[in-house]
Structures are given as structure tokens and as C-alpha cells.
């Protein structure tokens, strides 16, 4: 068979194939798209970060009716229509993916529907529905993502035991519901069952829920959870699980201590693989570390120097917006710019209630790394946009470097603090100091507010709280 | 762990590993010397950060390497935080020159890549080109400038930003690449931070190799990394700074009586009482009365430094060369105190064993040839200094004193000077004092 010549394949449609394939389009490249799926977008789309947040959505909805009545505004309890609500969901999908296929199409990029492998350096066999096709590639862009976790000892073949894409599609309202892991996606699953009426539990193995925030951060929303939640169990460890009629047996360890519990069902959230099997890599000279993750360089190359790999797959954080970086680094390398991904800052959003949010150095992690920083901060009890909805449990905080005041890193945790976040990776790669944040205008009243306060704060003059003078050292 | 070179100070930012100390599986506890380096001038020892097994060693004797590489890994003992070391490793303000930028502990955050591949022939850190920003965290710059300054390949580590906490813009990326091409076409970098447009040109680049064994028989010697640094030192000196050199002689006939009734008590104390201490003790009352010749200029923000601490470098004679170790608040110091000090420095630094802190930092220099012979002689100011001090040996000499001719025993005195600074009669004024200082020794000053 004629192989089909093209200068990029990029294997897998997510937020870092798109993102690769259509920059490299634009560039003037002839590129081919291979997604496996029939919906493109990826994981991002059809099972993670947009499902998500439609549900959390609609759970913020049924908490502020429920949360209302003491404004004087009552609701009757909300009946939940399931079906209706995952075709609401879908809806949402299909407009984004037709949006990703449309854009595809206006730039000649060409999708083929069919699973990718290897054959050798410059050959992808894809199995599409009518046929093998052969793709000869001057480059590739490995892009095909990760899966949730499923441990074998949890894999019991009950859809009773569920991992985020199996809860997504939420086919019922557990009466009680265990999560095990409580990072991100079992905190932000574990919100949306909750608003529904699961009565949760949260399980996590370490000292604490969302470990690579600051403690302070991380605090309003361990208190909200555990206000929504019947409860939160860190040093905790699932050692077994077995089906019990229409039931989960779960036996747990806190310390020495030993359980058993019943569960209507049970969230796995303990974190995500990637997904290189059947790829065909040992034809080629990609390489893998320890866990499985695709070994790249700065430049996002393999060990295969025509093969490139960005996103999850290239391990580091799994998240969209650095899968897009990586794509971005990947297309501008392959052509010919002096591209690397280093010192990029990427941002991390917990969309929980409230949202916890940061970027850049957090003040662990200075204090971890022996990086000398001050940190300043100012509680959303100061603020009047906060106060004006009811939600003052927020916290803006800023790392800065003590000697150039130069801001190295934004935490933010409060109703919002997502859409806030954005403002602090462009301060940190500005190499804002904390008198910019200051001295420009944020309007008022907005949650905004709370950065320029906040770099107020550091030099002991925000208006809306008292701090203690500042001996400031101006040059 | 992985623990790698720290900084070593304004313009060092490699050297040549002098010892190994450890190996691998070897225990060290924290602040255990792990290896030497001999960079600038001195030999300085780089302790561990932590206690804990030394799992791999990635350096060898002999090996130049520069500030941020991989010395060796360290698996810390009972790991976690609280083996870290203290926080110090700081950013850096470079904006004025200060020279005592001292890093006092290991940077454990790896150096970002990038930082220490500067432009080709930079690798070593010419003095014109230090690097300026901390290692905590990538210059402070937009992305677009990054990528600019990444596409030039100008480290921007290197590049002085002119905004708010150093942030760099495109002007100074500008300003940055124009220096440079100045200097590729003059030929050598040019010493100081900026130097004024139109400056005027250095002397021309380094002559060819001629073969002199065409003319009879030659021994080669290597140039040290000490010879390297005396060398680029001087004519970084000599190039910037307009130098005179004002000559004088002092009396020293009742110092050498004082110094000879004393200095067996000075010995039975393990310090020995000479001239240079007591000259110490002269220049500091000198130069207290004219500050400006314990000064530096500041060029880039147009102002004279005047320094209200005295630390006074020695010129010490090693077997490798020239090595100037400061010995520090001399005002706050007796007599004794210098002579005692001054022995401990310059043994330390004839054994090479002066730390990179103890030669930074100073304020004026002296240079005594007394004990080797010579009279009058014209010394290079020890930039960032603005004047030095040389003594030579003194002679018995037939003088006029009140109309007649008595023997005394004079010693030759120069004082060279940055006229940018001072002018002549000032110089002059500062020689006369410093002459009656030196007269004006008492004996209780020397007493212990």
C-alpha cells in the first residue's frame, strides 16, 4: 500500500495534538491529526476538565439556592432530572469538539479516525474504520494523553468501583460515596456528588488533602469539604475492596487502626498513567522513564530526534494549558525557531468550593528549596465584593523576593480565584515586583481588588486592612 | 541532594578545583569542607549544605568548573526540610558595585539551565560581564524578551535590567548586545560595568604567538589561574584609572627605637611589631582626615562612594604571586591588635588558605617592598580602591635638621592615586598628613 506523505502527524486530538496540529498548520506545515475517538478534544473535553466543570456548575447552583434562605430568598429542594442533565453535558461536548473539528477543516489540517502506531521513525500504521492507512512523517507529535489510575487490587470489574470517567457520566446518586485520593479530581468529583445529596467520604493516603498547595491555602477548602462532606480522612489507606451485593466492602487503615465499611459506590482518584501502550515506541528510539512517561528534552524531543511527545504523555503536571505550551515549544523546534520549554510558569486551578488556585513558587516550596522569600496576604473578609456575596472564606497571597520585590509566586484561594490566577502568571512573567501590582489600578469592587491590596499589604499601606509599616528600602 | 558550586564572588564565576576532600560513601556533616577551589585569588574551601552520604562525586582535581555545576549528590541523612540549609542563597542586586557579593551557602535550587552557557568566550566571567541575577529564579524579563535574548543567545543573567527589581527591558538587551559588539571590535572586554559611548580604545588584542625558541633555547610555564587573575586585574587598573604617584619619604629613626623596645614583648605574644602594622595605624588617622582617598567611584550612577569603615588590603608576596588580603576595621584596632592580625592573614595566605571573604572588601591598599629591597616605586591602585600606599626600605640617611646634618633613617614613601577622584594637591595634603602621622606615633600607642 502507498504510504501518505506528510511533513507532521500528530497522534491524539486533546489540548496538546489540536494545539501542535493547528499552530503547525498555521505555519504552513501539511499536517495529519490521528485520533482515535470519534469526538476530538481528548481527555480535556470528553472526560475531564469540561464535563467537570458543567457539573460543578450546576452544583454551585444547588448549594447557592440551598445557601439562600437566609437572604430571604426560598427554593423549593431541587429535583434532579439525570438523564437530562448528562444531555446537557453532551451538549456542551459536541458544541466544543464541532468547534475543533471545524477549526481542523478552515486549515487543511486532516483528521483521520483510527488508532496510531509505529511502524518505524517516519511511518505511522493507523487502523482507521475502512483500513489500514501507512503515514510517512518527516516529524511526529506524540500527544495521546493519560488515563486515570485504576490500581489492580481496586479493579474489581464492578461499575460500583468508578474512576473520574465513569463518575463523569454520573449514572445515579450514591447514598454514600468513597473517594479515595484527595487531590484534585477526587475534591472536585467529591463537590459535585455532594451538591447531589452523596453523602461523601474522602480518603487520602498523605497528611493532607491537596498537597502541592500551601497549607493556608488549602485550609478554607478542607473546612467547606468538610462542612459538605461527611468526612475527610487523611494517613488513610484502602487496603481492600470487594463487592457486597449492590455494595462495596472497603477495608481501611488509619495508622494501626483497621475498618470496614459498606459504599453505595467508590471514586478512584489517585492519579493518572500514561498512555503508551500499543503505541509501536519500540520500533522506534523513544524512551520512557520508570513510570512509563515519555523522556523529552527542553525542546519536547524524544530520543527519537523525529519524534516529538507533549502533554501527559510527557509527563510532569497533567495539565491542558501545559500540554498546549509544549505543543506550541514542539511546532516552533520542528520549525526551526530556538524554542524550550523552561521557566514557564503554569498555573494550577483546584476547581473546588471555594477555588484554590497558584502559580509560580509557593511558599512551601521556597522554604523547601531555601529560597529566602516574604510573603504577604490579604483575607477576602476586607473585601466588599466578597462580603457582597457572601463569601469571605477567600485568601490572596504573594511570594516575593525580598530583595527585588519582584513577585515569584500568586496564591489564591476563594470563589473565583481561577479566573483570578491569570492576572498573577502575567505578573510573574512580566517580573512584576510587587509596587506594580500595587500601583496599577484594579477596579473596584472586584475580587481583583485583592491583588493590588495585597501587594499594598507588603509595603504596609492597603487601604481595606491594617498591617504593620513597612521600613521600605526605595532605590 | 545535588549540591553544586556556589557563587564565589564579583567576577568568579569558575575555577580550578584544587582538592577532592571526599569520596563516594563517604559521611559528612554539615558545613564540612568537601572540596577546594582555587578561583580569583585565593583557595576556598565549599562546604556540604547538609549532613549525609556522599552518593556520587562529579568533579576531578584539576577540573575548571563554573558557579551552578553538579559537585556532587548528597543523600541527606534522615531527609526532609529540616536538613535543608539555611535560606541564604539570595538574589542578587549587582546595581552597585560592591565587591564583598559573597555567597555564604551552597544553592541548592538547581542553576537554570541556560544561566551558565553564556556567549562564547564569556565562559570564564570577564569582569565586564558578571552575572547579576540570583538563581532562585529566571531573570526578570517578558517572555518576549526571553525569546529574543534566546534567539541572540545572551545569557540574561549577565544583562543589568534598569526597572523596578532589576526587570530587564528591551533597551537594556540593547544596550547589552552594543557593549558587546564594542568590545568584539576593540578586541578585549572592557573592565567596568558601562563604560561611556566613545570611550576611548583599549590597547590592541593580544599579540600572536611569536616562536622564541627560533633565538636559543626557552622554558614554558603554564600561566596559573592566580597569574590569569593578577594579570586581568592590572590591566583592568591600569586601562581605567588615571594614575600619579606622589613621592615623599618619612622619618622613622624613633619608630625603629619604638619598634625595637617592643618587639620582643610583640613576639612573646606571637605577633610581630612592624612597620606595616604600624603604618596601618598611620594611613587609617590619614585617611580619616581625607575620605576621599577611602573611596571608589561609581561611574554607572555618577557618584564618589566614600567608605566609613577603614579595611586596609595587604599586598602579600606568595610563591604563586601577588595576593592582597584585607584586614578588616583597622580604625577599631591597637596597635597590637594589626600586628597580630596581620601576622595570622599573611601566613594564611602564603599557605593559600585566605578565604575569597577575607580578600573582599577593601577599602585601600598597601604595598611594603621594605623587606625586599628598593626605594621609590609606582604601585597600581587595587581597583575598586582609589589609591595605594607603597613603602620601601628604609635607609640611614644624612638629613638637615635644624640647620644641621644628622643621621636619620628614612623610608621611602608613594602614594598612587585614581585622578578621577583626587587631584594633586589633594594627594599631596593626604602624603603630608600621613608623613605626621607617622612621625606622630607615641609610645602608648605601641605599648601593651
Redesign the interface.
Known amino acids: 500500500m502507498k504510504a501518505i506523505k506528510t511533513e507532521i502527524v500528530v497522534l491524539g486530538a486533546g489540548p496538546g495534538g489540536y494545539a501542535a496540529a493547528f499552530y503547525a498548520a498555521d505555519k504552513g506545515k501539511k499536517v495529519i491529526m490521528v485520533e482515535q475517538e470519534k469526538r476530538l478534544g481528548g481527555v480535556c473535553l470528553n472526560r475531564g476538565c469540561i464535563p467537570s466543570k458543567a457539573y460543578l456548575h450546576a452544583a454551585k447552583l444547588i448549594t447557592e439556592a440551598e445557601e439562600s434562605s437566609f437572604r430571604g430568598i426560598h427554593f423549593e429542594k431541587p429535583r434532579v432530572d439525570l438523564k437530562q442533565m448528562r444531555a446537557w453535558k453532551e451538549s456542551i461536548l459536541d458544541k466544543l469538539a464541532g468547534g475543533i473539528t471545524g477549526l481542523a477543516k478552515r486549515r487543511n489540517v486532516e483528521v483521520m479516525q483510527g488508532r496510531g502506531y509505529f511502524e518505524d521513525s517516519s511511518t505511522l500504521r493507523v487502523e482507521t474504520a475502512g483500513g489500514q492507512q501507512f503515514i510517512n512523517f518527516d516529524n511526529a507529535i506524540i500527544a495521546v494523553g493519560s488515563k486515570a489510575a485504576m490500581p489492580s487490587a481496586f479493579d474489581l470489574g464492578n461499575p460500583r468501583v468508578m474512576t473520574s470517567t465513569e463518575a463523569l457520566e454520573i449514572e445515579e446518586i450514591p447514598k454514600d460515596l468513597l473517594v479515595v485520593g484527595g487531590g484534585y479530581i477526587g475534591m472536585e468529583l467529591g463537590t459535585v456528588y455532594a451538591s447531589l445529596g452523596s453523602s461523601i467520604v474522602v480518603v487520602e493516603a498523605l497528611e493532607a488533602i491537596l498537597t502541592g498547595a500551601d497549607p493556608d491555602l488549602a485550609r478554607p477548602v478542607a473546612l467547606r469539604a468538610g462542612k459538605m462532606f461527611r468526612e475527610i480522612r487523611v494517613k488513610t489507606k484502602v487496603v481492600k475492596m470487594a463487592t457486597a451485593g449492590k455494595q462495596i466492602r472497603v477495608n481501611l487503615e488509619v495508622g494501626a487502626e483497621k475498618k470496614e465499611e459498606l459504599y453505595d459506590r467508590v471514586l478512584v482518584s489517585v492519579g493518572r498513567v500514561p498512555n503508551c501502550a500499543d503505541l509501536g515506541l519500540e520500533n522506534t528510539r523513544v524512551a520512557q522513564d520508570e513510570k512509563g512517561f515519555i523522556k523529552v528534552d527542553e525542546h519536547q524531543r524524544t530520543g527519537d530526534p523525529a519524534i516529538f511527545a507533549v502533554g501527559d504523555v510527557a509527563g510532569g503536571v497533567l495539565l491542558a494549558h501545559k500540554a498546549s505550551k509544549e505543543a506550541r515549544v514542539a511546532v516552533e523546534v520542528i520549525t526551526g525557531e530556538l524554542s524550550v520549554f523552561e521557566d514557564i510558569i503554569i498555573p494550577a486551578v483546584v476547581f473546588t468550593d471555594p477555588e484554590l488556585a497558584w502559580c509560580g513558587l509557593t511558599e512551601s516550596e521556597a522554604k523547601q528549596k531555601g529560597v529566602s522569600v516574604e510573603v504577604a496576604k490579604f483575607p477576602w473578609s476586607a473585601s466588599g465584593r466578597a462580603l457582597s456575596f457572601d463569601r469571605t472564606d477567600g485568601l490572596t497571597k504573594l511570594v516575593i523576593d525580598p530583595e527585588t520585590e519582584r513577585i515569584l509566586g500568586v496564591g489564591i484561594v476563594g470563589s473565583g480565584a481561577g479566573e483570578l490566577i491569570g492576572e498573577g502568571v502575567l505578573a510573574i512573567e512580566m517580573g512584576a515586583t510587587a509596587k506594580d501590582l500595587a500601583e496599577s489600578v484594579h477596579p473596584h469592587p472586584t475580587l481583583s481588588e485583592t491583588l493590588s491590596e495585597c501587594a499594598e499589604s507588603f509595603y504596609g499601606y492597603a487601604t481595606h486592612t491594617y498591617s504593620r509599616k513597612k521600613t521600605t528600602t526605595e532605590q | 541532594m545535588d549540591v553544586r558550586l556556589p557563587r564565589l564572588g564579583e567576577g568568579a564565576d569558575s575555577g580550578v578545583i584544587a582538592t577532592v576532600f571526599v569520596k563516594e560513601g563517604d559521611q559528612v556533616k554539615k558545613d564540612q569542607p568537601v572540596l577546594e577551589i582555587e578561583s580569583e585569588k585565593a583557595v576556598a574551601t565549599i562546604p556540604a549544605p547538609a549532613a549525609g552520604t556522599v552518593t556520587k562525586v562529579m568533579v576531578k582535581e584539576g577540573e575548571e568548573i563554573k558557579v551552578g555545576a553538579l559537585i556532587l549528590v548528597l543523600s541527606e541523612n534522615g531527609a526532609g ?1 529540616a536538613a ?10 549587582a ?1 552597585v558595585g560592591d565587591d564583598a557579593r559573597v555567597e555564604p ?1 551552597i544553592d ?2 538547581p542553576a ?3 544561566a551558565l552557557l553564556p556567549l562564547p568566550g564569556a565562559a570564564a566571567g570577564p569582569s565586564g560581564f558578571p552575572i547579576v541575577h ?1 538563581a ?8 518576549s524578551l ?2 529574543i535574548a ?2 541572540l543567545g545572551i545569557d540574561l543573567y549577565r544583562v543589568r ?1 534598569s ?6 527591558v528591551m533597551a537594556d538587551l540593547r544596550a547589552y548586545v552594543q557593549k558587546i559588539q564594542r568590545i568584539a571590535l576593540e578586541g578585549r572586554p572592557v573592565p567596568g560595568a558601562a563604560p561611556p559611548p566613545g570611550a576611548p580604545l583599549m590597547s590592541p588584542p593580544a599579540a600572536a604567538s611569536i616562536d622564541f625558541s627560533q633565538w636559543g633555547p626557552v622554558t614554558k610555564q603554564k600561566i596559573t589561574t592566580l597569574r590569569r587573575s593578577i594579570s586581568r586585574k592590572m590591566v583592568e587598573s591600569w586601562t581605567t584609572v588615571p594614575h600619579i604617584t606622589q613621592f615623599d619619604e618619612v622619618d622613622v629613626t624613633d619608630l625603629l627605637a619604638l619598634r625595637k623596645k617592643y618587639a620582643p614583648k610583640y613576639e612573646a605574644k606571637k605577633a610581630h611589631l612592624t612597620l606595616t602594622s604600624l603604618a596601618i595605624h598611620a594611613l587609617v588617622a590619614a585617611l580619616k582626615k581625607h575620605p576621599s582617598f577611602n573611596a571608589s567611584i561609581d561611574e554607572a550612577a555618577g557618584e564618589i562612594v566614600l567608605k566609613n569603615y577603614f579595611n586596609i588590603g595587604i599586598a602579600v608576596d606568595t610563591e604563586a604571586g601577588l595576593i592582597v588580603p584585607v584586614l578588616r576595621d583597622a580604625d577599631k584596632k591597637s596597635v597590637f591588635q594589626l600586628s597580630a592580625e596581620l601576622n595570622g592573614i599573611a601566613e594564611r595566605t602564603r599557605a593559600r588558605k585566605v578565604s575569597l571573604e577575607e580578600m573582599q572588601g577593601g577599602t585601600f591598599t598597601i604595598s611594603n617592598q621594605g623587606g625586599i629591597g628598593g626605594a621609590h616605586f609606582t604601585p597600581i591602585v587595587n581597583t575598586p580602591e582609589v589609591a595605594i600606599l607603597g613603602m620601601g626600605r628604609s635607609l640611614l640617611t644624612p638629613v638637615v635638621r635644624e640647620g644641621k646634618v644628622v643621621q636619620r633613617v628614612m623610608m621611602p614613601l608613594v602614594l598612587s592615586y585614581d585622578h578621577r577622584v583626587n587631584d594633586g594637591a589633594n594627594a599631596a595634603r593626604f602624603v603630608v598628613d600621613l608623613v605626621k602621622e607617622f612621625e606622630s606615633i607615641k609610645e602608648a600607642d605601641v605599648r601593651i
Open positions: 526540610a535543608l540549609p539555611p535560606p541564604p542563597p539570595r538574589a542578587i542586586d546595581s551557602a541548592v535550587t537554570p539551565p541556560g540570583g532562585g529564579a529566571p531573570p526578570p524579563a517578558s517572555p526571553r525569546k534566546r534567539e535590567g526597572e523596578r527589581g532589576g526587570r530587564i
